[in-house]
């Protein structure tokens, strides 16, 4: 533990009144309304993540800090929720399901699915961990089945990260009892994020893996998750979806289905119906997504990203890229280049 790290997050973790929350993020986006009730109590849809300022952070891995002494209503996310108390306890429900933790447990809370926690003690430090489909890359996850077997928590974790249809309801509880390795590790991950060292990004999300590895080798131990497994829809999910990763800046849904020897009616409704999107939308997510690190990252020329990315045209790389991340490149490569330290 890093006393300075843990000054910070005592700082930042004051009580807060959820209307007084609710008024400086609608700032932000469309209002609020609960979109149904859990034993007379609202649940609210929270797509954005934010700040312990209540800034909104539009990076795909982001950390904020529980208030204390705090209600927090019922709600669910488009992403990943990685509840984890670093100091005391604290109590987590899963839609009304109680999940007792304790310091250094961890709680995998899948997308849609609703869940809160109950207000915490003074001295109690409880962390969020948010997680968006775009932190990591499928060849990342996919170490996480390839290297361990395809055990159920792999599996699991995989499902949870890279299937934004697999979560609703889901959860994955893991019950470290003091394990100093994990311990470490979400301590180390927490210090890079608040101390904002050269290439802390970069060591977050290897931080974040080595999480991911050390849970599922610790996992026949102390384990407990909720939910169930298509391990055969998973597989062949993965697949396209790998498929289309290594493939994006000239792939074709004809070239595809070829390879995989399907019709490409019935490969364009199976990507829809398990992905949630169609095969031109996975295709400009996977080509914007590697257009933006080419942005953030290199030096190239916008014309040239498009290219590389599978535009041959750059008024329309623009377009689609504008609709996607709600900004032009030149103006997403003028805010985050100059904030990244190589």
């Not at 300022?53 to 990685?82: A, C, G, M």
């Amino acid at each position: 533990m890093v006393k300075s790290i843990m000054e910070i997050l005592r700082s930042n973790n004051s009580p807060k009144k959820f209307s007084n929350v609710l008024e400086k993020v609608e700032k932000n986006e469309t209002h609020i309304n609960p979109t149904k009730f859990i034993n007379g109590k609202p649940v609210y849809p929270f797509f954005n993540t934010y700040n312990d300022n209540l800034k909104l952070n539009t990076n795909p891995i982001s950390i904020s800090v529980q208030p204390i002494e705090s209600d927090i209503p019922y709600h669910y996310h488009n992403f990943i929720d990685i509840v984890a108390p670093l100091v005391g306890k604290c109590t987590a429900l899963i839609n009304d399901k109680e999940i007792e933790m304790q310091q250094g447990d961890l709680l995998f809370v899948g997308n849609h699915t609703i869940h809160t926690v109950k207000p915490i003690k003074s001295d109690d430090v409880v962390i969020d961990i948010a997680l968006r489909n775009t932190a990591f890359s499928l060849n990342e996850l996919n170490s996480l089945l390839r290297d361990n077997k395809q055990t159920d928590i792999s599996i699991m974790l995989f499902s949870l990260l890279s299937d934004r249809n697999y979560g609703e309801g889901r959860y994955t509880f893991f019950k470290t009892n003091g394990n100093s390795k994990i311990e470490r590790n979400v301590w180390d991950l927490i210090e890079e994020y608040y101390t904002d060292n050269k290439g802390f990004k970069k060591i977050i999300r290897l931080d974040l893996m080595i999480l991911f590895l050390r849970l599922i080798r610790e996992s026949s131990k102390n384990i407990s998750f909720g939910g169930s497994v298509n391990d055969k829809k998973g597989s062949n999910l993965l697949s396209l979806l790998l498929y289309i990763e290594n493939n994006y800046s000239d792939i074709t849904l004809g070239k595809m289905a070829e390879y995989f020897k399907y019709n490409p009616n019935y490969l364009s409704n199976f990507l829809k119906k398990n992905s949630g999107l169609t095969f031109i939308e996975l295709v400009h997510l996977q080509r914007i997504n590697s257009a933006a690190e080419y942005l953030i990252y290199t030096d190239a020329s916008i014309e040239k990203i498009s290219f590389k990315v599978g535009y041959e045209n750059p008024s329309y790389f623009y377009k689609v890229f504008k609709k996607l991340i709600e900004i032009s490149p030149s103006a997403y490569r003028s805010k985050y280049k100059s904030n990244v330290k190589l």
